[in-house]
């Protein structure tokens, strides 16, 4: 790695994972000098790194490539673009002077702790997991319950195997490829069990990493229980009524060395929140403008800490854009103020940015809150697109073009993703 | 008697819902595709199902020791347990450069080969 | 051969050992678990109670007040978290105000100051988040928090500075009494002493019957906590009492030493000694108990939740002193207030060994003091930029959401720590937001090169813990490897 540290940069990234790769190609295509990655871990790469099987990068390089391949493509452009990276490097905080220069407070063995001077930042810490005790189990405390990103970072990155005996709660999609690459190294993966009565992952991981195991999918199951004394030895597993209570008459044990706990991604937005950064409860990440810009003046997001998403080729596109306006930024060009809300209407979980600006095209992107099939995506009154169909675990790009915005006289345009009922696709 | 089967394409994380018709061991239609691997992938999926594979080998002399690797095309899905012993029993020396052939044409299948998916330099004297 | 050996390194052998540390003796602990405290100590509530729900009559009631007054000195010696927050025990209507006044009585009649009743309007002024249908409180300023098992860990550490023995996973096994002593036997070794002090806790009973005493018996009683989101720290400023019920204080609303706000212990008889399970009856319990005292709390604001077992005799009193067998001393049953009343019965047992004739010559080189753990994140920028200047392992982050550093962890290890638990537990690394998603591989290499051992032999807390495990194609390897 580079390690060359300099004192002041125009941009610095935090986090060197796809967002942050992302973000300072795009710094540095917009005209930013000096641009700098700061990471915690000993290698760029992020959460790709741990994702050895493919899938990545289909849309952006039209290339099906395993996560560690999407990686090395960032890590060689971020090199020849002259970026600075400086890896074991751990953001400790960031303080604003008046003239608006963020200090970056470092901590790096090489280094110890020093400070570095910045006209804007960007966020892109990524996400961590949700543990046992957001869900809330009662039974014991045994080793053997772990999140099925830290078995991912066991297996593949250490090659040592998190148990023999698989049990996997939550059908996201982590748990998923888990349960299938635990079962090609030799594992017994007995079940997964989610509460909803849908799974959480997509469908191709379903079918790729269940049915063609034989591993059983248990809808409206809920574990209720985990037992062992010094390791896990068994879980309660009971199917859930209504109101997610389990019904206990028809519990039943499975027999287990391990839980993988695949229970959602949640944004790390604890440096966000130091600084006083505005969050948006329902992405958990910052209520961000349409240059990506948090409610703090030069500080950008971008990636899984804005909100969580599933396609790596979307994190870059936006990472990249982050990149752009952060750059433009450092150089003192001041965008118009965005003057439009975006809102969320029917069906939609969520939608980013939260506020548009008539003079440029944007890139909307959202969740749908319950699957749906054929449908369409109703902006205000300005446009409508058809859509085949949508599922929450799939996010939704598209793309707002000026002129449509142009007629836009209101302050606020509002979302909705409406059932098709005229019949045939186009597409 | 025309039948139906169902696939969900697994080309792409959209995962198309695919339907396959057939007649007597011989499609006569495919629908439901958004592109032609779709079609591509439910033909292949009735005629002979195949699965693309990632896992890791041990590495020595890098600064991790697991080294991620990937056959290049997809492989017979009830040769998939095989195919992973077999990979196993690589031990490569760091260094490794993206995309070097570890394995050739594995399987005696031509164009298929193992190849690493990232590189990796060597450290120290191990 | 020693003079005395403790069974039992939880905080009452500790702070036994630490105790007669002071004198000229070989001193030994003998503890079954990975590390000290790794039994009902590290479960417990934390709390030093200011003494007045106890009987005066009852053992444990004529040691706490003592053992409160103890926590000063010993926090200044020994550097371990102590905070006098304050309790109240509060009455939810009229008819428990009475007790409050009786309480109040005992706890004079047992000397512990301070003790007031406050009305209602003062309640609310001090205590704002409590329920308003409270109508008063016994205030006793002298209780107070402490993280347990870092009180166990210091005394340990001090104990074994001033030249006490500790063996861990050393479960003893069989007892012979020879010669004037005894032959303790564990699976590596066999220990031989004149007194045996037996502070095994929940085994205490079992550990008499080696020597053929069966006077007592020991029943485990179960404790569920619930901690709560650090977003509630504050809401409550003291520990929080309802009037006592007949056996148990009842569901309590503790601001633990870090400001974690805690709730719970629930009071269950427990089916066996190792079930420290929590259940959804637990739950409902407590959640619904704290609902007529502190609206706020739910238990959606819940983030991990454990559960412990208090080792009760049959006469639900301490069970201290000589015994049929010369020179075994029982040091049993200390449910609550134990804790609270742990330097009290060190002194105590003291004493009774000098009855018993054992020659107390105080060691004119004792060595009192513990510097503390350095806990990086709580330091000024100054003092981390000094401290990492001696040590660049001070900025090589390991934990992230607690912000502990590998040097920090090293020092862990240092001073005891042989598990992940140890290393929690010393250092706090793993018990943040992630709850170890992070630092668990980390704090697993840093372990296993310090001990010598390999990755996967490294457990979350001894026993049968164990983390990760081979792959077969590893293990082949080795095996091929001759390794």
């Known amino acids: 790695m580079l390690d060359k540290i300099r004192r002041k940069y125009d941009v610095v990234v935090v986090g060197g994972g796809p967002g942050g790769m992302g973000a300072a190609l795009g710094a540095r295509d917009s005209g930013a000098e000096r641009v700098l990655i700061l990471d915690r871990e000993p290698e760029v790469g992020g959460i790709l790194l741990q994702c050895i099987h493919s899938g990545f990068g289909l849309h952006y390089f039209r290339e099906e490539l395993t996560g560690p391949e999407y990686a090395e493509r960032f890590l060689e452009k971020v090199i020849q673009d002259d970026v600075d990276l400086a890896t074991n490097s751990y953001v400790s905080g960031i303080a604003i002077d008046s003239n608006g220069t963020k200090q970056v407070r470092v901590m790096n063995e090489q280094h110890g702790l020093f400070t570095v001077d910045t006209k804007s930042v960007v966020l892109s810490m990524g996400c961590r997991e949700r543990t046992r005790g957001s869900i809330r189990i009662p039974g014991t405390r045994p080793s053997g319950v772990l999140t099925a990103g830290l078995a991912q970072k066991l297996v593949n990155l250490e090659g040592y195997l998190p148990g023999k005996r698989i049990a996997v709660l939550g059908s996201g999609d982590i748990g998923l490829i888990m349960a299938r690459r635990l079962t090609l190294e030799g594992c017994e993966v007995v079940g997964v069990f989610e509460i909803m009565p849908y799974s959480n992952g997509l469908t191709r991981n379903v079918v790729q990493c269940l049915d063609d195991f034989g591993i059983p999918l248990h809808l409206s199951t809920m574990v209720a229980y985990i037992y062992g004394r010094d390791r896990i030895e068994k879980i309660t597993v009971a199917p859930v009524e209504k109101d997610f209570k389990p019904d206990m008459s028809r519990a039943r044990d499975v027999k287990c060395d391990t839980l993988l706990l695949s229970i959602g991604l949640i944004p790390e937005n604890e440096l966000s929140q130091s600084l006083g950064i505005h969050l948006d409860v329902i992405t958990g990440g910052p209520r961000v403008s349409s240059t990506l810009e948090t409610s703090m003046p030069g500080v950008f997001a971008c990636g899984n800490v804005l909100h969580v998403h599933d396609l790596v080729d979307f994190v870059t596109q936006e990472s990249i854009l982050a990149g752009q306006f952060a750059a433009e930024w450092s150089r003192g060009i001041q965008r118009p103020m965005d003057n439009i809300r975006l809102v969320p209407g029917d069906n939609v979980h969520y939608c980013l940015p939260h506020t548009l600006s008539p003079e440029r095209e944007h890139t909307i992107y959202m969740r749908c809150k319950e699957a749906l099939k054929p449908c369409r995506i109703r902006v205000g009154n300005l446009m409508e697109k058809k859509l085949r169909f949508v599922v929450p675990a799939e996010m939704i790009m598209f793309k707002i073009k000026p002129d449509l915005l142009e007629k836009f006289y209101g302050d606020t345009l509002r979302i909705d993703l409406v059932p098709d009922t005229q019949g045939e696709n186009d597409g | 008697m025309v039948k139906s089967e169902q696939f969900l394409c697994i080309g792409c994380p959209i995962g198309c819902p695919l339907q396959l018709q057939h007649k007597g061991g011989k499609i006569t239609e495919v629908s439901g595709h958004e592109c032609n691997r779709g079609a591509k992938y439910a033909r292949q999926e009735f005629t002979d199902p195949r699965r693309s594979l990632s896992t890791t080998v041990a590495i020595s002399g890098a600064k991790g020791t697991r080294l991620p690797v990937k056959v290049t095309e997809p492989v017979e899905k009830d040769r998939v347990t095989e195919v992973v012993r077999k990979i196993h029993e690589l031990d490569i020396a760091a260094p490794v450069r993206l995309g070097q052939v570890l394995i050739h044409d594995l399987l005696g299948e031509e164009n298929v080969n193992v190849v690493a998916c990232r590189s990796m330099e060597r450290v120290g004297s191990g | ?483």
């Open chain 3, 1 to 483: 051969m020693y003079d005395v050996a403790i069974i039992g390194g939880g905080v009452i052998g500790c702070a036994i050992a630490r105790e007669l540390s002071r004198y000229r003796l070989s001193t030994a602990v003998v503890e079954q678990c990975a590390e000290v405290g790794f039994g009902t100590t590290k479960t417990n509530s934390g709390i030093i109670h200011a003494g007045h729900h106890s009987s005066p009559n009852t053992l444990k009631g004529k040691l706490v007040v003592r053992g409160n007054q103890l926590y000063d000195k010993l926090c200044s010696e020994l550097n371990f978290g102590f905070s006098r927050i304050g309790e109240l025990v509060v009455a939810q209507d009229e008819t428990e105000i009475p007790e409050l006044e009786r309480l109040k009585k005992n706890g004079e009649i047992k000397g512990v100051p301070g003790l007031e009743i406050w009305d209602q309007n003062r309640l609310r002024r001090e205590e704002p988040n409590l329920s308003h249908r409270l109508m008063a409180a016994l205030y006793a300023p002298s209780a107070g928090v402490i993280n347990p098992y870092e009180f166990a860990f210091a005394l340990i550490e001090n104990a074994m500075e001033n030249g006490v023995e500790l063996m861990v996973q050393s479960p003893v096994l069989t007892i012979k009494v020879k010669d004037g002593g005894f032959v303790l036997s564990t699976p590596d070794r066999k220990i031989t002493t004149r007194i045996v002090v037996n502070c095994a806790g929940l085994f205490a009973d079992k550990i008499a019957q080696l020597v053929g005493l069966s006077d007592f018996t020991i029943h485990p009683r179960k404790g569920e906590e619930y901690m709560l989101d650090k977003r509630l720290q504050g809401l409550v400023r003291r520990l929080i009492f309802p009037v006592p019920l007949k056996h148990t204080k009842g569901i309590l609303i503790i601001p633990t030493f870090n400001g974690t706000i805690m709730v719970g212990p629930t009071a269950q008889e427990a089916g066996d000694r190792y079930d420290v399970s929590t259940t959804y009856e637990g739950s409902e319990y407590v959640f619904n108990s704290i609902k007529n005292i502190c609206p706020s709390i739910t238990a959606q604001d819940t983030i991990t939740e454990f559960a412990g077992l208090r080792a009760v005799s049959n006469s639900d009193d301490f069970v201290i002193g000589p015994t049929k067998v010369n020179g075994f001393i029982n040091v049993a049953g200390i449910q609550s207030p134990g804790l609270t009343a742990a330097p009290a019965i060190a002194e105590y047992v003291r004493d009774l060994l000098c009855e018993l004739g054992l020659v107390l010559e105080e060691k004119d080189d004792f060595k009192p003091y513990v510097p503390g753990p350095s806990r990086f994140a709580n330091l000024s920028l100054g003092a981390q930029r000094r401290l990492i200047a001696k040590n660049p392992l001070f900025a090589k982050v390991v934990c992230r959401c607690e912000l502990v550093t590998e040097a920090e962890i090293h020092s862990a290890i240092d001073h005891g720590a042989r598990t992940l638990d140890g290393i929690k537990f010393r250092s706090r690394a793993g018990m943040g937001r992630c709850q170890g998603g992070f630092c668990t591989t980390r704090c697993m290499h840093l372990l296993a090169g310090r001990l010598g051992q390999p990755f996967h032999e490294i457990t979350k807390r001894g026993g049968d813990s164990w983390m990760v495990t081979e792959m077969a194609a590893a293990r082949n390897h080795r095996a091929k490897k001759g390794k």
